[in-house]
């Protein structure tokens, strides 16, 4: 098995543009997490899903993210409009009790 | 009061020793804990898990659970200069809406010294 697929691994953005972060997670897994890693705030889970439903998004931080997983091996993270906060490291991860995570895709928004 | 909390490090352990981390969490009904190593610049990997209270070990890891104290442990036997990463807590509740939350803690840097 290939493991969890990000992509993109690096975007540089400019403030205001959408960004939008892509993962494939492990076949089978029927649990998807989309976490932010920052130095100062450590990993945060954002949302997770559940046989492709949204279970709780109570980590989103504001309107300007949102999260769909349109069937079993895809999901998107998207980010409109990004701020030069939002920079950070997406990490998407796929289990049930453990979680496999993906390389992650580094941000920066100018 | 966070809800998994970790002594950010670094903490330094020349190579050979034990290295002992550290976690406590704040919410008696968790039920699952997690140990995941992370290198700089890669993305965390799952070490141990343990449900029990008790000693779980595999290979030079192993991982010690409190529920009493609410206290979870990873200790590292024979410590290894590859050992050198940070490490992260993580804790998971099930609920019977079929939810579960899981809450990493913001990590341990262990630096292990040749």
């Known amino acids: 098995d290939a493991g969890v697929i990000q992509s993109p691994r690096h975007e540089v953005t400019e403030m205001g543009q959408e960004v939008t972060l892509r993962c494939k997670p492990i076949?089978?897994?029927?649990?998807l997490f989309w976490y932010r890693q920052t130095m100062m705030r450590g990993l945060e889970l954002l949302i997770y899903?559940?046989?492709?439903?949204?279970?709780?998004d109570s980590g989103m931080p504001e309107d300007r993210f949102s999260a769909k997983m349109p069937n079993a091996s895809f999901s998107t993270l998207k980010i409109q409009p990004s701020e030069p906060r939002d920079s950070a490291v997406y990490f998407c991860?796929?289990?049930?009790?453990?979680?496999?995570f993906g390389p992650g895709t580094r941000l920066t928004v100018l | 009061q966070k809800e998994v909390e970790q002594n950010s490090g670094p903490l330094s352990v020349p190579e050979g020793a034990i290295a002992s981390l550290n976690c406590t969490y704040s919410?008696?009904?968790?039920?699952?804990f997690f140990w995941y190593r992370q290198y700089s610049g890669k993305s965390p990997e799952l070490i141990m898990f343990?449900?029990?209270?008790g000693d779980k070990e595999d290979g030079r890891f192993t991982a010690q659970l409190n529920k009493a104290s609410q206290y979870v442990s990873l200790l590292i036997r024979d410590s290894q200069p590859s050992d050198s990463a940070t490490y992260l807590c993580?804790?998971?509740?099930?609920?019977?809406?079929?939810?579960?939350?899981?809450?990493f803690g913001t990590g341990t840097r262990l630096k292990v010294l040749a």
């Open positions: 076949s089978g897994h029927n649990s």
């Open positions: 899903f559940n046989n492709n439903v949204p279970i709780d």
């Open positions: 343990i449900y029990s209270n």
């Open positions: 993580a804790v998971n509740n099930f609920f019977t809406s079929g939810t579960y939350k899981y809450i």
């Open positions: 991860a796929s289990g049930m009790v453990t979680q496999y």
């Open positions: 919410d008696r009904g968790s039920q699952s």
